[in-house]
């Protein structure tokens, strides 16, 4: 009890300083951790988690609320959603690309400002005039506008959970939260105008507490270290792996389309809770030992997966059971998906593009295979589809243990190098201060020995070294060292 009257204090002290929903989470993160836990590593994550929870808010209710609201005919659906995805991605693509480029640094916040403007404008003209004056350039606008949002959030989170060790929960318990929100807010749908009030607050909201908790760091580009040879395999293996289980879900998607025309279920009664449930146990199994172990088990969870549309069948355990796997499958691979890429993009020379990339591939490949449904095999058969799931899912399942073996042979030898970029990536350290750091965290030697290996004169190294003191709030070899461990360690 004092614990938490204690806790609301600081709440009620702190809440002009930042986003309610961060204290919620951060609330939330202590009492289920434990008050003994590193203060900063748990805001950090409850500012992630409240992020994340914006994002797929904002972005899952405003896009169910156009398709079943205002395109709810059978020949719009699929070409509104393969916009959405394709065009979205091209959204996380320009984030990536400017938001911290050396020519478009400059106008960061105001291009963020920009696309939550263009948000919440094609947003409106969408919801309220419908296909005849909204349809397709009010939506391309829209789409594009929501990807850049979410390559905000995406990257934010990223930044803030880089050596966090409780990654999987923030973005686990965050987006859980938001389908909870959603599908409450869905099922007890009020006016058509407050559902578009409570969006467009949730955007701005979003982009307010992003831009001042999350991405303040300096114009310079967080570039930090070339990309070994290892990065670029495992770069493309993820891009693969993506690629094929989008493909799985994209045909599981079109069963339960069918399914739902044919009038089996509707929107309103799908069991998204266990969509809920997915993530939350898939963020608890990140954050209990290794990746590897989310990744295992979201690979294996492809079987069941493709036997879910199946059971969607009536003639079987009734529709609720398969769509409760899709869901639950769903769950587990959206986080697997979202925290291989952040540790991925710590190891690029490009973070704010890669930390995001999973999305852009997902929604890419599931964006082009909607539209060629829709299009070019709309006569399909759900049979055919089923065939198509399960092939892919086999497949997905042997390049990801073909691959397994090659990527664990790398990890020991990798170790050292990936807590030095994610070091790097946390502080904003230069390449040049990265290198400063290598020798320095790897070397009791005096600074002159050290000057001679890096090669620079000492009066450099003692220059870069006082930068990267502080930047990490350290004012000694001794602290810095420390400093650097401890995060090894966390991680």
């Not at 289920?32 to 808010?57: M, P, T, V």
């Not at 670029?232 to 998607?253: E, N, P, S």
């Not at 190098?417 to 904003?428: D, G, K, Q």
Request: proline share 3%.
């Amino acid at each position: 009890m004092i614990y938490i009257i204690v806790r609301m204090q600081m709440l009620y002290t702190e809440m002009s300083q930042s986003c309610v929903i961060y204290y919620c989470f951060s609330v939330g993160e202590n009492m289920f951790i434990g008050s003994s836990e590193s203060r900063s590593q748990i805001n950090n994550a409850a500012k992630a988690g409240a992020a994340y929870f914006l994002f797929l808010f904002v972005s899952t209710t405003s896009i169910l609320t156009l398709y079943y609201g205002r395109y709810s005919s059978a020949s719009q659906v699929p070409l509104v959603a393969s916009i959405s995805l394709v065009f979205g991605a091209a959204g996380y693509l320009l984030f990536g690309c400017t938001r911290f480029s050396e020519k478009y640094a400059v106008y960061a916040k105001y291009m963020t400002a920009l696309a939550c403007a263009i948000f919440l404008v094609s947003y409106a003209a969408a919801f309220f005039f419908g296909a005849r004056y909204a349809f397709p350039l009010f939506h391309i606008f829209y789409s594009m506008s929501y990807g850049y949002l979410g390559g905000l959030a995406h990257f934010a989170a990223f930044r803030l959970l880089c050596g966090n060790p409780y990654g999987g929960r923030a973005i686990g318990f965050g987006a859980a939260l938001a389908v909870l929100v959603q599908q409450l807010l869905l099922r007890n749908m009020p006016e058509h105008k407050a559902v578009f009030l409570i969006v467009s607050f949730a955007a701005i909201l979003l982009v307010l507490f992003v831009e001042r908790n999350a991405v303040s760091f300096p114009v310079s580009p967080p570039a930090v270290a070339a990309e070994t040879r290892r990065t670029k395999r495992r770069r493309r293996t993820l891009l693969v792996q993506i690629a094929l289980i989008a493909c799985v879900l994209g045909a599981a998607d079109g069963i339960i389309a069918q399914l739902r025309a044919a009038g089996v279920f509707t929107a309103a009664g799908n069991p998204r809770f266990f969509y809920g449930a997915g993530l939350v146990l898939a963020g608890l199994l990140a954050d209990s030992g290794k990746r590897r172990y989310l990744a295992i088990t979201t690979i294996s969870a492809m079987l069941p997966l493709s036997l879910a549309p199946l059971l969607m069948r009536e003639a079987f355990l009734g529709s609720g059971y398969g769509l409760s796997v899709y869901y639950v499958f769903s769950g587990f691979f959206v986080i697997w998906l979202t925290l291989s890429f952040f540790d991925l993009a710590a190891q690029t020379e490009n973070p704010p593009l890669w930390a995001g990339m999973g999305r852009i591939v997902h929604a890419i490949v599931a964006g082009v295979f909607v539209f060629s449904i829709s299009t070019f095999f709309h006569g399909m058969s759900s049979a055919a589809l089923y065939i198509f799931c399960v092939f892919f899912s086999m497949l997905s399942v042997l390049f990801f243990f073909l691959n397994a073996e090659k990527d664990a042979a790398h990890d020991t030898e990798t170790k050292t190098e990936n807590c030095e970029h994610e070091f790097a990536v946390r502080y904003a350290l230069t390449r040049r201060e990265t290198d400063v750091l290598r020798h320095i965290v790897n070397s009791d030697g005096p600074l002159r020995e050290i000057a001679l290996r890096i090669p620079m004169t000492e009066r450099r190294l003692q220059k870069h070294l006082g930068n990267i003191y502080a930047k990490t709030g350290t004012t000694s070899r001794a602290a810095l060292v420390s400093r650097f461990y401890e995060q090894r360690s966390g991680s």
